[in-house]
């Protein structure tokens, strides 16, 4: 069970430059969630995924914000044109629907995103 | 508009005693509730869930108890142990797992 990883684990980088996370899930689960988290606040909703189709999409996803999720494995998340106040752990979450405990959700350890 | 609220942002608790961490939310259409536990440099780790068909759940040293018509919800440790030291999350869905609400946490420390 190797659960779910993120890469890279951190990034800095310089307002107005973009940036793509990779996410790779529990190899099974076909559910796969963004989440975005500050200082002080839990995570917060940023879009999932069902297979490969995107099927919510949050007010606080931008249209600066991408997420792709291609072959319904691994989910990427780009941001384009970086602003200060996209600085946060971007968290990814990954489930397995059919099952009784579907709710449940595995998190990845995050990227932390510094934007200067 | 915070829809699901922790209002203590901290806890402490001496080991071998009993830790409670609440939980309110807002939405009445949040019908699964989860907690998560959170170390640092860690991503949150699913501790315990309860359904709104339920008032109750047990997993061992945790117990969740939920008070729908107050809209509330409760953790307990029991007895509570330093590894228990960690930021503990409330969140809430739908149930059709679409839309996660998490809390803003609540940090516990549990001093041997």
């Known amino acids: 069970d190797t659960g779910v990883s993120q890469d890279p684990r951190h990034k800095i980088t310089k307002r107005g430059q973009n940036v793509t996370f990779r996410c790779d899930p529990i190899?099974?689960?076909?559910?796969l969630y963004w989440y975005r988290q500050t200082l002080g606040q839990g995570p917060e909703f940023l879009t999932y995924f069902q297979n490969e189709a995107q099927l919510e999409k949050s007010r606080l996803l931008s249209d600066r914000f991408s997420a792709e999720r291609p072959k319904g494995s691994f989910s990427t998340l780009e941001i384009q044109r970086t602003e200060q106040g996209d600085s946060a752990m971007y968290l990814c979450?990954?489930?397995?629907?059919?099952?009784?405990?579907?709710?449940?959700?595995?998190f990845g350890p995050g990227t932390r995103l510094t934007v200067l | 508009d915070q829809q699901v609220k922790q209002n203590s942002p901290s806890l402490s608790v001496q080991e071998g005693r009993i830790s409670i961490l609440n939980c309110d939310y807002t939405n009445s259409m949040f019908d699964y509730f989860l907690w998560y536990k959170k170390y640092p440099a860690e991503g949150p780790t699913f501790l315990i869930s309860i359904s709104s068909i339920k008032d109750k759940n047990e997993d061992g040293r945790f117990t969740v108890f939920l008070n729908k018509s107050a809209k509330h919800l409760s953790l307990h440790i029991v007895p509570s142990q330093p590894g228990d030291s960690a930021v503990y999350f409330c969140a809430a869905t739908d149930n059709y797992g679409q839309n996660f609400v998490f809390g803003p946490g609540t940090r516990l420390s549990v001093l041997p």
């Open positions: 979450a990954s489930s397995l629907i059919g099952l009784a405990n579907y709710n449940e959700q595995f």
């Open positions: 190899s099974e689960h076909n559910r």
